[in-house]
């Protein structure tokens, strides 16, 4: 496994603040999006991770890490432009992840994952979420929203139909916000944050984008 860190990102959606990147064999084989949709394998950021998944840029797990603990105290960044946690396929290695927390500690770091699929991991999200690291569930769809929420690990945000444009309530009574950056060109998440906040109490709705929206939407159900 490789992993990147860019200290200013030009990606105008998130502002210009560190980004990371982990190596393709980070992504879990569950995402319906490893094989056609996923916003990374499009575009240059593409090019990018597959240079950092083929070892061609980036750093090992130490020199990584180490970079982040380099990062300002109260710095927002966020891991995972493209990748999931550290660890093979569906797993997470819990020893790697509770680095990467103690390497935040003081800075403000949230990512996202598809890896809640066993105990162990969920178990591993739970305690990263309550130790200043932020791992959001990623829901596949509405409907799965319900059930990530009840899993009480961490906060959720979800894929949404690319043609969702107002805020929504599940059936179990979730309300979902809309990512004000997709719709609003003076937000990014620099200035935003929604997404670092552990403790919400709202879903972040994520409106299928990008070169492959259609391929996404047909994923999803939409």
């Not at 020199?63 to 109260?74: D, H, K, Q």
């Not at 569930?137 to 409907?143: C, P, R």
Request: proline share 5%; aromatic share 6%; with cysteine.
């Amino acid at each position: 496994m490789m992993f990147h860190l860019t200290r200013i990102s030009g990606n105008a959606k998130t502002g210009p603040i560190p980004v990371s990147i982990s190596s393709q064999e980070t992504c879990p084989p569950s995402c319906p999006l490893k094989n056609g949709g996923c916003y990374a394998k499009y575009g240059p950021l593409a090019m990018h991770w597959r240079r950092v998944s083929q070892g061609v840029r980036g750093d090992d797990w130490d020199n990584f890490t180490s970079a982040i603990r380099g990062l300002p105290r109260g710095q927002l960044w966020r891991h995972n432009q493209a990748g999931d946690l550290p660890g093979m396929g569906e797993n997470i290695d819990a020893t790697m992840l509770a680095q990467l927390v103690e390497a935040n500690r003081g800075r403000n770091g949230f990512t996202y994952t598809h890896k809640y699929q066993k105990q162990a991991n969920l178990d591993a999200i739970k305690k990263a979420n309550a130790n200043g690291f932020t791992i959001n569930l990623s829901a596949n769809s509405v409907k799965e929203v319900d059930k990530l929420v009840a899993l009480k690990v961490g906060p959720v945000v979800t894929i949404l139909p690319s043609n969702q444009k107002n805020n929504m309530v599940t059936e179990g009574g979730n309300k979902i916000v809309v990512c004000p950056a997709t719709y609003r060109d003076n937000v990014n998440c620099a200035s935003c944050q929604l997404c670092y906040k552990v403790n919400r109490s709202c879903v972040i709705g994520f409106p299928s984008h990008g070169t492959a929206f259609r391929k996404v939407d047909k994923i999803i159900g939409a």
